[in-house]
């Protein structure tokens, strides 16, 4: 997944109760139907919240029993009015993604779609002070060359002794490494805390030793999700009974 926005921030007041809907997954549906075929979307008529999100393409497999491939995934940070934010994100992932090749019409009727309205951010003072399963992480860090190591009575060299100086990228010195994980990565993953923090730091682009120091210099936000899917199928029906054309 890839993350677009600022630090997070908690959605206001009553609009951390609002519940994902199906038809947040048939509005994104919709927007990247039409983006490919130039047919007419069909007005979202859901209250229009504001909300960080996240939406997610999955190929299903034409094996039962076998698991969905990812096919996109991008969302925001910053809330977003879900009309507009829910549309724009859902061409995003599609198209933007850049580990993937952009989503073509051929590919529609083996999608599935699942929206991830985000919610409930709290900084936590360590960076195992979450829940497998019900939060999602985000973490920041410095560049480990710039971690203070923790004093050791043993005459060892530092875990961090051996980590290369700061690298350029561009022109311009990388200081600080950020990454995700939505809440269900780690239980999908069969990874436990410490292994979803590790990933975390390789995903964020860390490369070399990771250490207990490294850890525990880690900014850990962690929040939580409320998540809907549907498949084609299910779309076709709503936009079918809604009056749009296939």
């Known amino acids: ?114 929206v991830e309205l985000l919610t409930d951010f709290e900084d936590v003072p360590t960076y195992l002070d979450w829940d497998v399963g019900v939060h999602g992480i985000h973490i920041t860090f410095p560049h480990p060359s710039l971690v203070p190591v923790a004093p050791s009575p043993s005459s060892a060299p530092s875990p961090l002794s051996s980590a290369p100086a700061p690298t350029r990228g561009g022109g311009a010195l990388k200081h600080t490494f950020s990454a995700t994980f939505l809440p269900h990565v780690a239980e999908e993953q069969g990874w436990d805390k410490l292994e979803t923090i590790d990933a975390a730091i390789r995903k964020a682009g860390w490369s070399g030793r990771v250490s207990e120091d490294l850890r525990r210099a880690l900014k850990v936000r962690r929040y939580q999700s409320r998540s809907c899917t549907v498949s084609w199928e299910d779309y076709v029906r709503w936009r079918t009974d809604n009056g749009g054309s296939l």
């Open 1 to 114: 997944m890839s993350v677009v926005g600022p630090e997070p921030s908690k959605p206001a007041g009553e609009e951390a109760e609002q519940v994902c809907l199906p038809e947040h997954c048939f509005h994104s549906f919709d927007a990247l139907f039409c983006a490919l075929t130039s047919n007419k979307p069909i007005r979202p008529t859901f209250p229009d919240g504001k909300f960080p999100l996240f939406v997610t393409w999955n190929t299903k497999s034409s094996r039962p029993g076998r698991p969905h491939k990812l096919r996109g995934c991008i969302g925001t940070f910053e809330p977003q009015p879900l009309q507009e934010g829910l549309a724009e994100y859902a061409l995003i992932s599609a198209f933007r993604d850049h580990r993937f090749r952009k989503i073509e019409e051929r590919e529609l009727d083996s999608l599935e779609c699942t």
